[in-house]
């Protein structure tokens, strides 16, 4: 997304913004992005940046079910459209935020304050950071008693994981999604980390995954789907040892994994358990 809105976005003035949603802190101070230029197109973890020339920066959070283009959506998708950016100068005229459950956020804030953003500024490092080695990673980990996919999620170790990219990394690197983050030992941490660039570099090359709501900002459906391994396909074999996989719920998440790939054990030493893998 945010490859795509860059050389539509960046240099162009906004003219006027029109906010159809309700009042509230996910679609705060918009008028104050009227008649500022943006200066640049950024990201952090699932934040799309957009720093603008008076100061302040456009913040955008797609949610579960947002998404953003450049044409006017049509029949129901018109009746989600809740913010409307019209800008100056050469290309698309205006920008449309549609967001089906309201999850989302698009909101104007003094550049680099974040104190109404906390999951923005407790932030982990980025996936794709030279400085995010694997012994980093796994004292990131060693941080937390959650289970892993939800600590991961909490996005603190490493930014960006959502749900459909954590139960891919986990199989990939054979972890049981419910291991305690603390008891990943450093070998798998680097294993969950390798296997978490890889998804992540995939699904970017396939331009994300359409399951329902997600489009580009051309209304193309991202082509990521096709890839999936474990992400619902609760009740297929595994595509690795042909168990069937199984649904649960993990930190109020629908979780699927392979029961035989990513077993759940106990360590003989501390007693809790372990899901290092066969």
Avoid at 109 to 136: C, H, I, K, Q, W
Wanted: with cysteine; aromatic share 6%; charged share 25%.
């Amino acid at each position: 997304m945010r490859r795509e809105l860059e050389p539509w976005l960046k240099g162009r003035e906004i003219g006027r913004v029109e906010r159809l949603a309700p009042a509230g802190p996910k679609y705060a101070n918009l008028e104050r992005a009227a008649g500022q230029r943006v200066l640049d197109v950024g990201r952090r973890g699932k934040f799309i940046l957009a720093p603008l020339a008076g100061g302040d920066e456009l913040v955008i959070h797609l949610g579960m079910t947002g998404s953003i283009s450049a044409d006017e959506p049509t029949g129901a998708a018109a009746g989600h459209v809740r913010v409307k950016v019209h800008l100056a100068g050469d290309g698309p005229p205006t920008l449309y935020f549609r967001d089906a459950r309201r999850f989302g956020r698009f909101l104007v804030v003094p550049a680099g304050e974040y104190e109404s953003l906390p999951t923005l500024a407790a932030l982990g490092p980025e996936p794709f950071d030279e400085e995010l080695t694997p012994a980093r990673f796994a004292a990131n980990l060693r941080r937390s008693g959650m289970a892993v996919k939800t600590y991961l999620m909490s996005q603190r170790p490493v930014a960006g994981v959502g749900n459909i990219y954590a139960d891919e990394a986990l199989w990939r690197a054979r972890l049981h999604p419910e291991t305690p983050a603390r008891d990943v030992p450093e070998a798998p941490a680097g294993d969950l980390l390798a296997a978490i660039r890889a998804v992540l570099a995939e699904s970017l090359a396939a331009n994300g995954t359409t399951l329902r709501d997600y489009r580009r900002v051309g209304g193309e459906t991202g082509e990521f789907f096709e890839s999936l391994a474990v992400y619902g396909k609760a009740g297929e074999p595994c595509s690795r040892c042909g168990t069937q996989m199984v649904k649960s719920v993990v930190g109020q998440r629908g979780t699927v994994h392979c029961p035989h790939c990513q077993r759940l054990r106990r360590s003989r030493r501390s007693g809790k358990r372990r899901g290092a893998g066969p």
